[in-house]
């Protein structure tokens, strides 16, 4: 029994130390695996954030703006009239515009 205690006891050791070195393997792999997976996510962003930059490259121009702001006004207008409308005929916005009203009653 003493021969078999002998010898287990560097067994041991040596286990201990394999399995310091799997653990360190292990770790390596996953960080190497997490390292991939984030290079193949940054370049799908990057491809995305190009395609968003060319879709939107219009409106980040001078004509585009203007564009956008000459549509939010047209827009905003549609909705003014649409709510007097509710209030007074048709007829009587056309006579108030006409007359010079600064404001619609």
Known sequence: ?????????????QFKKLSVD?????H???AHSL???VEGSLKRMTEQKD????ACSGLLEEIG???VLAVLRRDA??????????FVTLEELWADLAAG?????
Not at 51 to 54: D, G, H, I, K, V
Not at 77 to 86: E, F, R, S, W
Request: aromatic residues 2%.
């Open 1 to 13: 029994m003493g021969k078999l205690q002998s010898r287990l006891t560097p067994v041991q050791v």
């Open 101 to 105: 009203a600064d404001s619609v009653q």
């Open 35 to 37: 390292s991939k997976e």
């Open 65 to 67: 703006h203007s564009k």
């Open 28 to 30: 390596g792999y996953v």
């Open 77 to 86: 207008l549609v909705d003014v009239l649409q709510d007097l409308l509710k």
């Open 51 to 54: 395609l968003a930059a060319e």
């Open 22 to 26: 799997c653990t360190t393997a292990e």
